[in-house]
């Protein structure tokens, strides 16, 4: 059978089309019309009012430069059509007493007199003119003089008139359809014209839509919103929960008739949440309207279409075409397009079409009902045909859809690890979460189960998985198997903050050499970040450089996201923020591109952004992009990681904070209870300079020695041990100590781990030489912070370096060569009131402090203390300096809003 007769059955009326023709010719039998066709249907007080949707229909009514509109509410059964409608035309009469005729359309009115009867009764209803005084439909075939006389009628109203035609869908006939285009055609500006169909009728609406003259109300605006959905369900008494309503709305898409059918199932004395979860289309008051207004309205060939196709979730022209079997499946897809029936989308991979929800779940169910050896066949076709069209993940759904565990096991095995590589691990894990516990046991299936865990931040279901493969009757046999299970170890490691002997391990397998594309991926990307920790970044660079290659060349996405990200990280290592914000974006570019750049993927990557955005003084960048840093934190992840992101996020907000005193002391118990697992030297070394600044900064000269400490715990000798330490001396006012303290790294005998600690030790080297009186030394020391931080226009370190490099800079304007433009730039970033980073109270000036609010004298402090008056008095000239003050009171409001009190 042909899809143009299945369209003849699907639409005609008993008679057929043939006998409507007859009826036009031959003497009107039926002139009476049933009062209810021409009255505006009743509709439930409890109905909700969706008022977003009469302001559109208000404005699609109105007259329009190329001539009166037409309106068209265009969407499948159940959505709500008459009813809003309906509502709209009662509230638009009662509201200004506006006049609305209302027909309701069917398919006895395929008969033109039966049609036009009707329609000059229901203006007459409205009160377009009195009972007996329109025009009447002739008996015979002259229907277009007839439509003229009616349009000069309507035209000669004082009043205007709306006419509501309510499912123009069952018109079909020659004469019904001639004689409604002529009224569409030349419809007067005195009686605009609304249609309700369920799928587009054949009328001139095109023509219309070309002129500018028509008005679309379709399928997206009568779908309910949550916030409609949440209303719709108070008015029945419901309450339904954040997690309820989204789960609902999950379920039926704001189709009206769903939400009807999924209140009537829920139970008060049973949770909703688990009632909403099973509303799949096979319960029995949804099934029953899916049967009554879907379903059996489609030629047995459709319905044997929908059986087949309905077990993908989606699915093109050519796998609906092998499932079916049907040579005219391109056709029927078109036809269940147009009537609603099926929903078509375009993405990147052309074309392709899904039912809604309930119904594909009605469908399945009946599937299963009539022949679970079909469903099972349909899902192994299905499974080859995505495997031939490079669809890996649709095809490990059928095949375990299908039952076939030997398929299932190979799918997973094969195909896996690339999901995995690619970003899909959620939907990944949703599927091995069925798999049976005996296929989950063999090898190449809880390996690949133990990456999908460790992907999404589950340790302990990792860990599971791995038991099963250790506790194995049979060892890993092959090559392939063992580098992957040592890679998970690394990976694992990664997660709890040690590598180094899952590294070890490592080097025992072929990982990366074992001609397994995906496996092989898998070992570079996490020995690359695993080996960037330890702070071989040029090791961690060759790993990362190969896996991004091969990320590419095969589209594993989530991948190629983390290697643009870690290579970004290395950059920023090298202190080279220009390439690293290269890297950063082209990450960015991935991650929007995908869809993940609100997830927890992104978030080491905003992290980067905000501490480059931070390094160059770009305060309101720096906030934003460590606000969204912040907020995607989620689940267990590295904790170098979660570190850097909290840390920047310190470091951002603590010029800015009403308690910055808060702000060190929550990252200093960050740093605490992350601080036992392995950390990235990179990170402590550059985090340390501006920890111990802050520490300075509330006072808190304790903390600022424990971070210290932890330097020389983790680091030993280095360059940033040097510098912290200088800084503290300098606080104690041992200027030569200090001065001797910076010379191993200002002479490059120390290892450098950040290169901006040079930076800050020059800028420190300038500040001593300069209070020294050693202006010529201060100014070449400051030249050389310029000079490295110039190329990267690193401003941070100038602006918190305080007034001693500010007049420095100010007093060598126009000395520093081709630096002079970046000199200037540092210049204006130091405010006028910044405090020199050695500018901290000392232990006696806090100790001090603590006594002001007493507002005892002088000399009972000196007393208490234990020291001469005047010790006392100098230390409050420090006090006051240091706090930008001269009074006492005033110095106790400043330190307790810097909270140092």
Same mark, same amino acid.
């Given at each position: 059978?042909?899809?143009?007769?299945?369209?003849?059955?699907?639409?005609?009326?008993?008679?057929?089309?043939?006998?409507?023709?007859?009826?036009?010719?031959?003497?009107?039998?039926?002139?009476?019309?049933?009062?209810?066709?021409?009255?505006?249907?009743?509709?439930?007080?409890? /109905?909700?009012?969706r008022e977003r949707l009469h302001v559109?229909?208000?404005?699609?009514?109105?007259?329009?430069?190329?001539?009166?509109?037409?309106?068209?509410?265009?969407?499948?059964?159940?959505?709500?059509?008459?009813?809003?409608?309906?509502?709209?035309?009662?509230?638009?009469?009662?509201?200004?007493?506006?006049?609305?005729?209302?027909?309701?359309?069917?398919?006895?009115?395929?008969?033109? /007199?039966?049609?036009?009867?009707?329609?000059?009764?229901?203006?007459?209803?409205?009160?377009?003119?009195?009972?007996?005084?329109?025009?009447?439909?002739?008996?015979?075939?002259?229907?277009?003089?007839?439509?003229?006389?009616?349009?000069?009628?309507?035209?000669?109203?004082?009043?205007? /008139?709306?006419?509501?035609?309510?499912?123009?869908?069952?018109?079909?006939?020659?004469?019904?359809?001639?004689?409604?285009?002529?009224?569409?055609?030349?419809?007067?500006?005195?009686?605009?014209?609304?249609?309700?169909?369920?799928?587009?009728?054949?009328?001139?609406?095109?023509?219309?839509?070309?002129?500018?003259?028509?008005?679309?109300?379709?399928?997206?605006?009568?779908?309910?919103?949550?916030?409609?959905?949440?209303?719709?369900?108070?008015?029945?008494?419901?309450?339904?929960?954040?997690?309820?309503?989204?789960?609902?709305?999950?379920?039926?898409?704001?189709?009206?008739?769903?939400?009807?059918?999924?209140?009537?199932?829920?139970?008060?004395?049973?949770?909703?949440?688990?009632?909403?979860?099973?509303?799949?289309g096979d319960d029995q008051v949804v099934?029953?309207?899916?049967?009554?207004?879907?379903?059996?309205?489609?030629?047995?060939?459709?319905?044997?279409?929908?059986?087949?196709?309905?077990?993908?979730?989606?699915?093109?022209?050519?796998?609906?075409?092998?499932?079916?079997?049907?040579?005219?499946?391109?056709?029927?897809?078109?036809?269940?397009?147009?009537?609603?029936?099926?929903?078509?989308?375009?993405?990147?991979?052309?074309?392709?079409?899904?039912?809604?929800?309930?119904?594909?779940?009605?469908?399945?169910?009946?599937?299963?009902?009539?022949?679970?050896?079909?469903?099972?066949?349909?899902?192994?076709?299905?499974?080859?045909?995505?495997?031939?069209?490079?669809?890996?993940?649709?095809?490990?759904?059928?095949?375990?859809?299908?039952?076939?565990?030997?398929?299932?096991?190979?799918?997973?095995?094969?195909?896996?690890?690339?999901?995995?590589?690619?970003?899909?691990?959620?939907?990944?894990?949703?599927?091995?979460?069925? /798999?049976?516990?005996?296929?989950?046991?063999?090898?190449?299936?809880?390996?690949?189960?133990?990456?999908?865990?460790?992907?999404?931040?589950?340790?302990?279901?990792?860990?599971?998985?791995?038991?099963?493969?250790?506790?194995?009757?049979?060892?890993?046999?092959?090559?392939?198997?063992?580098?992957?299970?040592?890679?998970?170890?690394?990976?694992?490691?990664?997660?709890?903050?040690?590598?180094?002997?899952?590294?070890?391990?490592?080097?025992?397998?072929?990982?990366?050499?074992?001609?397994?594309?995906?496996?092989?991926?898998?070992?570079?990307?996490?020995?690359?970040?695993?080996?960037?920790?330890?702070?071989?970044?040029?090791?961690?660079?060759?790993?990362?450089?190969?896996?991004?290659?091969?990320?590419?060349?095969?589209?594993?996405?989530?991948?190629?996201?983390?290697?643009?990200?870690?290579?970004?990280?290395?950059?920023?290592?090298?202190?080279?923020?220009?390439?690293?914000?290269?890297?950063?974006?082209?990450?960015?570019?991935?991650?929007?591109?995908r869809g993940w750049a609100q997830t927890?993927?992104?978030?080491?990557?905003?992290?980067?952004?905000?501490?480059?955005?931070?390094?160059?003084?770009?305060?309101?960048?720096?906030?934003?992009?460590?606000?969204?840093?912040?907020?995607?934190?989620?689940?267990?992840?590295?904790?170098?990681? %979660?570190?850097?992101?909290?840390?920047?996020?310190?470091?951002?907000?603590?010029?800015?904070?009403?308690?910055?005193?808060?702000?060190?002391?929550?990252?200093?118990?960050?740093?605490?209870?992350?601080?036992?697992?392995?950390?990235?030297?990179?990170?402590?070394?550059?985090?340390?300079?501006?920890?111990? #600044?802050?520490?300075?900064?509330?006072? %808190?000269?304790?903390?600022?020695?424990?971070?210290?400490?932890?330097?020389?715990?983790?680091?030993?000798?280095?360059?940033?041990?040097?510098?912290?330490?200088?800084?503290?001396?300098?606080?104690?006012?041992?200027?030569?100590?200090?001065?001797?303290?910076?010379?191993?790294?200002?002479?490059?005998?120390?290892?450098?781990?950040?290169?901006?600690?040079?930076?800050?030790?020059?800028?420190?080297?300038?500040?001593?030489?300069?209070?020294?009186?050693?202006?010529?030394?201060?100014?070449?020391?400051?030249?050389?912070?310029?000079?490295?931080?110039?190329?990267?226009?690193?401003?941070?370190?100038?602006?918190?370096?305080?007034?001693?490099?500010?007049?420095?800079?100010?007093?060598?304007?126009?000395?520093?060569?081709?630096?002079?433009?970046?000199?200037?730039?540092?210049?204006?970033?130091?405010?006028?009131?910044?405090?020199?980073?050695?500018?901290?109270?000392?232990?006696?000036?806090?100790?001090?402090?603590?006594?002001?609010?007493?507002?005892?004298?002088?000399?009972?402090?000196?007393?208490?203390?234990?020291?001469?008056?005047?010790?006392?008095?100098?230390?409050?000239?420090?006090?006051?300096?240091?706090?930008?003050?001269?009074?006492? #009171?005033?110095?106790?409001?400043?330190?307790?809003?810097?909270?140092?009190?």
């Open positions: 059978m042909q899809l143009a007769q299945a369209h003849d059955t699907a639409v005609t009326s008993p008679d057929g089309p043939q006998a409507d023709g007859q009826r036009q010719h031959g003497p009107a039998r039926h002139t009476l019309v049933a009062a209810a066709k021409v009255r505006i249907p009743a509709t439930s007080p409890a /109905v909700l009012v559109l229909l208000d404005a699609a009514i109105e007259g329009v430069d190329p001539g009166p509109p037409v309106t068209v509410v265009c969407a499948p059964a159940g959505y709500g059509k008459t009813t809003m409608l309906a509502t709209w035309a009662r509230h638009r009469t009662d509201r200004s007493g506006a006049r609305v005729a209302w027909v309701s359309v069917d398919v006895e009115d395929n008969d033109v /007199v039966l049609l036009w009867t009707a329609v000059v009764r229901a203006l007459e209803v409205a009160g377009a003119w009195p009972a007996g005084a329109g025009p009447t439909p002739p008996p015979d075939d002259q229907y277009g003089p007839f439509v003229a006389r009616l349009i000069t009628s309507v035209e000669q109203l004082a009043q205007p /008139v709306v006419l509501v035609l309510d499912g123009v869908h069952d018109l079909r006939s020659d004469g019904a359809v001639r004689t409604v285009n002529l009224l569409l055609r030349h419809s007067p500006a005195t009686m605009p014209v609304v249609l309700a169909t369920r799928f587009p009728p054949p009328l001139i609406l095109p023509r219309l839509r070309l002129e500018g003259r028509l008005r679309e109300l379709g399928q997206d605006s009568l779908t309910f919103t949550p916030v409609e959905a949440r209303s719709l369900y108070v008015r029945d008494g419901v309450q339904l929960t954040d997690g309820e309503l989204a789960l609902l709305m999950e379920r039926t898409e704001g189709w009206a008739a769903a939400l009807r059918l999924a209140a009537l199932t829920l139970d008060a004395d049973r949770p909703r949440g688990e009632l909403i979860r099973r509303l799949t099934a029953d309207y899916l049967v009554g207004e879907v379903v059996t309205r489609q030629p047995e060939e459709v319905q044997r279409f929908m059986l087949t196709t309905c077990v993908c979730r989606t699915f093109s022209a050519r796998l609906a075409a092998e499932l079916s079997q049907q040579e005219n499946a391109g056709q029927i897809l078109d036809w269940l397009e147009r009537t609603g029936v099926l929903v078509a989308t375009r993405d990147r991979t052309g074309r392709s079409y899904r039912y809604h929800p309930l119904l594909r779940g009605y469908l399945r169910a009946e599937l299963g009902r009539r022949d679970l050896s079909a469903l099972r066949r349909l899902h192994h076709t299905a499974t080859g045909w995505y495997v031939a069209a490079g669809e890996q993940l649709p095809a490990i759904e059928h095949a375990a859809a299908a039952g076939d565990n030997d398929l299932l096991t190979r799918m997973l095995a094969k195909f896996g690890l690339a999901r995995v590589l690619a970003g899909d691990a959620h939907r990944l894990r949703r599927i091995l979460d069925a /798999v049976p516990p005996h296929v989950l046991g063999r090898p190449s299936v809880a390996l690949v189960a133990a990456a999908t865990a460790l992907d999404l931040g589950d340790v302990p279901a990792a860990d599971r998985f791995l038991r099963s493969v250790d506790s194995a009757a049979h060892p890993l046999r092959t090559q392939r198997l063992r580098a992957l299970r040592a890679t998970i170890e690394v990976h694992r490691g990664r997660l709890h903050g040690d590598t180094g002997e899952a590294l070890a391990a490592l080097k025992s397998t072929r990982a990366g050499k074992t001609g397994d594309l995906d496996v092989d991926l898998f070992t570079h990307v996490n020995r690359g970040i695993a080996v960037a920790w330890t702070g071989r970044h040029q090791a961690a660079e060759v790993d990362l450089e190969e896996a991004l290659h091969l990320a590419v060349a095969e589209g594993r996405d989530a991948t190629r996201l983390q290697c643009e990200t870690h290579l970004a990280a290395i950059c920023a290592v090298r202190g080279d923020l220009a390439g690293m914000g290269t890297r950063a974006k082209a990450a960015l570019a991935i991650a929007e591109d927890s993927r992104c978030a080491y990557l905003y992290a980067l952004l905000g501490s480059e955005a931070y390094e160059r003084a770009e305060d309101e960048r720096a906030r934003e992009l460590a606000r969204l840093a912040t907020g995607l934190l989620d689940g267990p992840i590295d904790p170098s990681i %979660e570190l850097f992101v909290l840390t920047v996020g310190a470091l951002v907000g603590f010029d800015t904070a009403d308690d910055p005193h808060q702000v060190v002391a929550t990252l200093r118990e960050q740093w605490q209870r992350l601080g036992g697992r392995s950390i990235a030297p990179a990170l402590l070394a550059y985090a340390a300079p501006a920890h111990q #600044r802050m520490a300075l900064l509330v006072g %808190e000269y304790p903390w600022a020695a424990d971070v210290l400490q932890q330097v020389e715990d983790r680091l030993g000798e280095s360059g940033e041990q040097a510098l912290l330490r200088a800084v503290l001396h300098t606080h104690r006012g041992k200027v030569g100590s200090t001065r001797r303290l910076l010379e191993p790294v200002l002479e490059h005998r120390v290892h450098v781990v950040s290169p901006a600690t040079s930076v800050h030790s020059w800028l420190l080297e300038a500040h001593l030489a300069a209070r020294c009186g050693e202006q010529h030394r201060a100014h070449e020391a400051l030249t050389e912070a310029l000079t490295l931080a110039a190329p990267h226009q690193a401003l941070r370190p100038f602006r918190d370096a305080g007034q001693s490099i500010r007049s420095l800079l100010a007093s060598g304007t126009g000395r520093f060569g081709r630096l002079d433009p970046f000199a200037a730039s540092a210049l204006a970033e130091i405010p006028v009131t910044v405090p020199d980073p050695t500018d901290g109270l000392t232990e006696r000036e806090q100790a001090l402090l603590t006594e002001l609010p007493s507002m005892r004298t002088a000399e009972e402090i000196a007393h208490t203390m234990f020291v001469s008056v005047n010790t006392i008095k100098t230390h409050l000239r420090g006090i006051y300096r240091k706090l930008g003050v001269n009074h006492r #009171r005033d110095a106790i409001t400043v330190a307790r809003r810097r909270g140092l009190l």
